[in-house]
């Protein structure tokens, strides 16, 4: 038997369970301002929607799911997701009015958050020339940035990535001695007004 005065409550190691529908190991919890959105819960969350437009024929439904099926498990994001191929979704629009009444609607439409299933899923809307793919994603579990890497792993006919970041490159002198001037009057502590 273990002492509680001497055991963490909190293990800084503790692996998460492994249960079907809950994160793998591998894919690190949500930090403090994720979890504050995610208990945003009800119909005012905040949910990233990224539409993206194309023209002409849509996909079949089916070869559409097919392909977030197979890729969906590769993204570290959506790994813990069971069968990523039933969040997608198919619906039709008889024009382009419809196709964007479709997309308010469901850009409002609240995750349910009480299960273990990552709140995301992508919606297949088909007009009479054109489509439109929306990922949609609970802000807590994917942010907009996020959302376009997905898009682009999901989406894309070949290997993709998203969008790149800027390369860093390494602050001048000048930059250095700047913020070093500014850390020590942070750290000073607050002045009287001169």
């Given at each position: ?67 977030i099926a ?27 009015a419809a ?96």
């Open positions: 038997m273990t002492d509680p005065a001497t055991t963490d409550p909190h293990p800084k190691h503790a692996e998460p369970p492994t249960a079907q529908g809950q994160l793998p190991v591998t894919v690190p919890g949500p930090n403090p301002l994720d979890r504050a959105l995610l208990s945003f819960d009800g119909p005012q969350q905040p949910v990233v929607t990224l539409a993206l437009d194309f023209a002409g024929p849509p996909p079949a439904p089916s070869a559409f799911q097919q392909r197979e890729r969906a498990p590769a993204l570290p994001t959506f790994r813990g997701t069971p069968a990523p191929n039933l969040r997608v979704q198919h619906t039709d629009a008889a024009d382009s196709l964007d009444r479709e997309t308010d609607r469901i850009s409002q439409l609240p995750f349910d958050l009480t299960g273990s299933v990552p709140p995301w899923d992508v919606r297949l809307i088909t007009g009479p020339d054109s489509f439109r793919v929306c990922l949609r994603a609970h802000h807590g579990f994917l942010d907009g940035v996020g959302a376009t890497h997905a898009a682009a792993a999901l989406l894309s006919d070949t290997s993709a990535e998203g969008a790149r970041l800027h390369q860093p490159v390494a602050p001048t002198a000048r930059a250095l001695v700047r913020s070093l001037h500014d850390l020590a009057r942070t750290l000073a502590g607050p002045r009287p007004w001169t």
